[in-house]
């Protein structure tokens, strides 16, 4: 904080003397103070104008104004809001060219400015209320309509919907929806939107939706705009798991070098989270538990609770992995990180979408010798099953209890033989999920040969 206000003070020294004349009535700019009058017309005034009214005002002094802030003024509006940036970091080049480059500073060139005066030597035509107030009405991104608050409340019903797995219905209550002004206002929305419709896409397997929705939004200069371009990647790189997980790690290596780069530590933690994935695809569970790790720290951090719990079922899975290549059967500590997922799931309400940590966890506890602990799991999961509409999560289901009860078959009817049956036509038929098949099928074999 230090640092700006000392920079910004010998910034305001270099321009003493220098005077800025805002003439809305003329649709003129004039920068006073120099050898020659240096003035600027049509969108300049505009520009000039709405970084003048934040200067002056004792509230908005330190403020910014960003690329979608400018784009919302109707001299800005026929342009492409990816060119808006590119056009006021030309018109910086010529201030420099002309000497006046300290009028303005910015937080990136393309990206959002302020003036360096003091607001005593900005003079406006008419009187600054009069123009402020013509800027607001003037200004998409200053309202928020009827049109803007419906899409609120249909992007926030989709995200419950998604959160409890209706993926279906998520989908079809977007649809025709969000067409909107296409204001700057609304690229937040626009990206939320957008972010949803690659989870739908992820679930759908639409690989070709998820692939035009990343290009959409590749080039985008703003920070929503690279945020959710971010989490696409990431998702479409979840989806590569099983292909490349190699080269899908190595994609996410790069991103996330950028994102560390300009911090946006909201966009690392998925990305971290599937590199974790990738890892352990790739056969280094030890590697893929420390990015988990990293991102488990950071969606606690930012309250992002869905996802803090699915991070520590990750992390439940890479030890479990680990231990599995070492011989050794889940320990206490994969059970515990199970219970602290289900925790988190139990006290906010989030993770209703699946029933796989309980299902995981009756698997691990009975590898654990666990019989107790797993038909709390089993219990759990069996609870949650009747509300989610998952055939995957059905089938796992089956194939716990069918586990469980083949070992502990003092349940009232208990047939493990009738469920691994039940398990195996959903996965070869409904699912087709062939290394679930090949699993069941030895698991089925096993079990023969026991009851033999």
């Known amino acids: 904080m230090g640092f700006t206000v000392i920079h910004t003070l010998r910034m305001l020294l270099r321009t003493m003397g220098v ?49 979608e802030e400018l784009h919302g003024c109707v001299s800005w509006r026929s342009k492409q809001l990816t060119s808006v940036g590119k056009v006021v970091s030309r018109h910086l080049a010529i201030l420099d060219t002309r000497g006046a480059g300290d009028i303005v500073q910015h937080q990136g060139k393309t990206l959002a400015w302020r003036l360096a005066l003091d607001p005593q030597l900005i003079e406006f035509h008419p009187p600054r209320e009069v123009i402020e107030r013509r800027l607001r009405e003037d200004s998409s991104f200053l309202r928020v309509g009827v049109a803007e608050i419906a899409e609120l409340r249909t992007l926030v019903d989709a995200t419950i919907m998604l959160e409890k797995g209706e993926v279906e219905g998520a989908f079809e209550l977007m649809e025709g929806s969000g067409q909107g002004s296409g204001d700057p206002g609304h690229r937040g929305m626009e990206a939320w939107r957008t972010l949803l419709t690659g989870r739908i896409a992820q679930r759908y397997d639409r690989g070709d939706l998820l692939e035009h929705l990343i290009s959409d939004w590749e080039d985008s200069p703003d920070p929503e705009g690279k945020a959710v371009y971010a989490r696409l990647l990431a998702l479409e790189d979840f989806d590569q798991r099983f292909e490349r997980p190699d080269r899908a790690l190595r994609s996410l290596e790069q991103l996330a070098i950028r994102l560390q780069g300009r911090g946006d530590i909201a966009s690392l933690a998925p990305v971290w989270n599937v590199m974790g994935l990738l890892a352990r695809r790739s056969g280094d569970p030890i590697l893929g538990a420390e990015y988990h790790a990293r991102a488990v720290a950071v969606f606690g951090l930012l309250g992002d609770l869905h996802s803090l719990q699915a991070a520590v079922f990750d992390l439940a899975i890479c030890r479990t992995d680990e231990l ?22 139990g006290q906010f309400g989030v993770g209703a979408d699946s029933a796989q940590a309980e299902i995981a966890g009756c698997r691990w506890a009975v590898k654990a010798g666990d019989v107790g602990r797993a038909r709390g799991y089993l219990r759990a999961a069996e609870e949650l ?40 036509r959903m996965f070869e038929r409904e699912i087709g999920d062939q290394y679930m098949v090949e699993k069941l099928h030895k698991a089925m074999e096993t079990l023969k040969k026991k009851s033999d």
């Open 385 to 424: 099953l009747k509300s989610i509409p998952s055939t995957f999560d059905q089938a796992c289901f089956l194939l716990a209890r069918a586990e469980l009860d083949s070992i502990d078959p003092h349940e009232p009817g208990a047939n493990p033989r009738r469920d691994f049956n039940a398990a195996l």
């Open 19 to 67: 005077r800025l004349i805002v003439d809305m009535e003329r649709r003129r700019v004039a920068i006073q103070g120099f050898t020659h009058e240096i003035e600027f017309k049509g969108q300049w005034t505009e520009f000039y104008a709405l970084l003048a009214v934040r200067r002056s005002s004792p509230r908005q002094q330190e403020r910014y104004t960003t690329a």
């Open 324 to 345: 599995d290549k070492q011989g050794r059967p889940p320990d206490h500590l994969v059970l515990d990180l199970v219970d602290t997922c289900l925790a988190i799931c």
